[in-house]
């Protein structure tokens, strides 16, 4: 029988796959059609969504139009998936990817991946094929349907808390421990289900989350809600300590992180997020498709970038493209907090490589004012698409003199190389002058991620004299017996040990403590960059060049927020992250610790307006004007220390 032959799309549409009723001995049998997509009426379908798997020993595949039966060849996988969902009885209408586009034809590829966000979101439904039933693989659907009406979860942070129906409510203890148990043998089962391929692959994110309340995971014959299987993994990456058993509590630890980040993916989100949190840690056959394979969830506003998949493209082209592209749009260089340094690779230091996945594992939640002038850049005019010198403004802050890292350890081993850290009057001593030391380290360590950083206050998030309570017990050693005192500390090393994963514990020559990529060595600068939210860390080419690459974010405390180009906060008042329903996201605001008020304004930088009108340099109406749309030479006029530096 002779190979089907794609025809040319005669309009602007997609391709459905019509697939026969049989019985699973019986041959695979499927019609295509070309169909035109509209969102007032959506054509009938679902759409399947399941890993290509081994291009080896492919099946054929009857393909029946009027012109006579050809064949198409897939891949075992995907033989096994349209087997387990096909009808016995009556046809059913299916979008999938390797038949219905031309997988050989580029240009007919880059124009399909722009259609999938609307193939997903209009579909019918989203099923996920995982594979056959295998492992106890009914077990832990079981499992999971027995945990998921007990549970609901927030819509922007996925924390976890009891269902008015589960008899719980959510206080500390239900917040440190949980509410749900399961039996070791469910435990292992639900390893087994989510370390299957199919969670793996990046291309699943999105067409598992735009088909949000529509989707539904398959597995053999048994099928599960997506939502209820979201709200459980949720459940199990807050609760893992106490659900699993050590024997396997590493290998868990990691897997459900994965999971989590599918999970907790929605329409919506930043493409800086996507390439923070997503790409980097799931697989894709083709490294372009790190950038392409998201693009249907990223938010409006940064699809307004315009980034249109071009698989004609090399892949440092195309990463390249993205990152200037973003920097244009935006007028800002935060993408750089997405760079981590990477020897031997061939493109500059400043382009995230979206190839790679971050070894930082946890961003840093530092938000500053989004009207804040240190956020403002206006690339110059001369940056081209093959620059390969990127022109900075920039302030250094300090110099990292010593770090200390501590790799892949254990957690007895790391609580051991966690109270090195600590200096032996920790409780005495003050920091810079500003408040005490022990304070500073506890921040630190945690990326200030306490509950008196956010507003309004968690029950989530650990209260700074928790934290302290904990430093203090490791250097005592009162800990080992005391299980209250331990129960304090295995709480805060929950909530620092994942933030050392990619990053040192760093000193500066000027006395700061901070954490620092995993790269950073000494002599490496930390500066404040104009359009940059987060410090980052430079590396020098030499003493008498002003070309530098950059290292990666990094937390230096009582400098997170600007202070070194602003200078310090007006007595009483103190940063704190809430989210902003205005800016759809976390953002710093400036809280009065007299009245418990809180603003959106940076105080800092009304002050500095107040000024230039007082010394006449501007009229008011001017420094309106300025405020809106302050630019980075207006702040460079106003700030000393600022100099001009090249990235490669």
Request: hydrophobic share 35%; aromatic share 10%; net charge negative.
């Amino acid at each position: 029988m002779a190979a089907y032959q794609y025809s040319p799309f005669k309009q602007d549409g997609i391709r459905l796959t019509t697939l026969r009723p049989g019985a699973p001995h019986e041959t695979l049998c499927i019609e295509l059609r070309e169909v035109e997509i509209s969102h007032t009426k959506p054509p009938d379908y679902e759409a399947l969504s399941y890993v290509w798997g081994s291009t080896e020993d492919q099946v054929p595949v009857r393909v029946c139009s009027p012109a006579g039966e050809s064949t198409l060849m897939v891949t075992q996988n995907l033989a096994t998936a349209l087997r387990h969902v096909r009808f016995k009885d009556r046809p059913r209408v299916l979008w999938v990817d390797a038949l219905c586009i031309d997988q050989k034809n580029m240009a007919e590829r880059s124009r399909q991946v722009l259609k999938m966000g609307d193939i997903y979101r209009m579909s019918k439904r989203v099923v996920a094929w995982l594979g056959p039933e295998s492992e106890d693989s009914s077990l832990a659907l079981d499992t999971i349907a027995r945990f998921a009406p007990s549970i609901e979860i927030g819509q922007y942070d996925r924390r976890p808390q009891p269902s008015a129906t589960s008899g719980f409510k959510l206080d500390i203890d239900t917040a440190r421990i949980g509410w749900l148990t399961a039996s070791p043998a469910e435990m292992r089962s639900i390893f087994r289900l989510i370390s299957r391929e199919w969670f793996e692959r990046l291309w699943v994110c999105q067409e598992i989350a735009l088909g949000e309340s529509r989707s539904f995971l398959l597995c053999g014959q048994r099928e599960i809600l997506w939502v209820d299987f979201r709200a459980v993994m949720c459940y199990m990456h807050a609760f893992q300590d106490f659900l699993v058993e050590d024997l396997y509590a590493h290998s868990f630890s990691k897997r459900i992180s994965l999971v989590f980040k599918l999970v907790s993916l929605q329409p919506g989100v930043s493409l800086m997020h996507l390439r923070e949190d997503i790409v980097g840690v799931f697989k894709c056959d083709d490294p372009k498709d790190r950038v392409y394979a998201l693009l249907s969830l990223v938010h409006p506003l940064d699809q307004a970038i315009g980034i249109i998949p071009d698989y004609s493209l090399t892949q440092s082209q195309v990463y390249r493209s993205t990152a200037l592209a973003w920097i244009g749009h935006y007028k800002s260089l935060e993408i750089l907090s997405c760079c981590e340094y990477q020897a031997g690779v061939d493109i500059p230091s400043w382009i995230p490589n979206w190839a790679v996945a971050p070894a930082i594992q946890r961003r840093l939640e530092c938000r500053p004012d989004v009207h804040s002038w240190c956020r403002r850049y206006y690339p110059p005019t001369d940056v081209g698409s093959e620059t390969e010198a990127f022109p900075i403004s920039c302030k250094f802050l300090t110099t990292v003199e010593r770090t200390a890292s501590p790799g892949t350890l254990g957690r007895d081993d790391f609580l051991d190389w966690l109270r090195t850290l600590l200096p032996k009057h920790i409780r005495e001593d003050s920091y810079l002058g500003i408040h005490s030391l022990l304070e500073a380290y506890c921040r630190t360590l945690c990326r200030d991620e306490i509950r008196e950083s956010f507003f309004p206050p968690s029950v989530w998030d650990m209260p700074q004299k928790e934290g302290e309570k904990a430093l203090t017990a490791l250097l005592s050693d009162d800990y080992k017996h005391d299980d209250a005192l331990w129960d304090y500390v295995l709480f805060f090393l929950s909530r620092i040990e994942i933030g050392f994963k990619g990053r040192c514990f760093f000193w500066s020559t000027d006395g700061h403590i901070g954490l620092a990529p995993e790269a950073a060595r000494p002599g490496d600068r930390v500066c404040n960059i104009l359009g940059c939210y987060v410090p980052i860390v430079l590396r020098p080419r030499s003493e008498s060049d002003d070309r530098l690459s950059v290292v990666g974010q990094c937390y230096i405390h009582g400098l997170m927020h600007n202070e070194g180009l602003l200078g310090d906060f007006p007595e009483h008042i103190r940063p704190v992250i809430g989210y902003d329903t205005a800016f759809q996201g976390l953002r710093t605001q400036y809280q009065n610790t007299k009245n418990s008020e809180v603003r959106k304004e940076d105080p800092r930088v009304l002050k500095l307006l107040d000024d230039m009108v007082d010394k006449g340099l501007y009229t008011r109406q001017d420094v309106e004007q300025i405020h809106q749309w302050g630019t980075s030479k207006l702040l460079e006029y106003c700030c000393a220390g600022i100099q001009h530096c090249k990235l490669v």
